[in-house]
């Protein structure tokens, strides 16, 4: 039960830390990579909890975590 109380903690911490940088104009990329580490917490936290609905949510929202990132990082940096 530690195990997915810290998980629950760090998923929260993180999706709030992901907002306000993706909220602040200095680093907005970096508020996805946040939400990333949020989202795979609360994947993990709602699959162990069998909280199906949370987990098909978190998964949309890991792919728009991916998007993000790209267009924002990985995309102009590979592409230039």
């Known amino acids: 039960m530690r195990l997915a109380l810290a ?3 760090a998923a929260a911490a993180a999706g709030m830390l992901g907002a306000a940088l993706l909220a602040s104009a200095v680093h907005p990329g970096l508020g996805f990579a946040a939400f990333l580490v949020s989202n795979i917490g609360w994947l993990a936290f709602s ?10 949510q978190q998964c949309v929202f890991l792919i728009t975590s991916i998007v993000g990132l ?3 990082w990985l995309g102009p940096l590979l592409l230039g």
């Open 7 to 9: 998980i629950e903690t």
């Open 47 to 56: 699959a162990g909890h069998r909280h199906w609905r949370m987990f098909a």
């Open 70 to 72: 790209w267009n924002w």
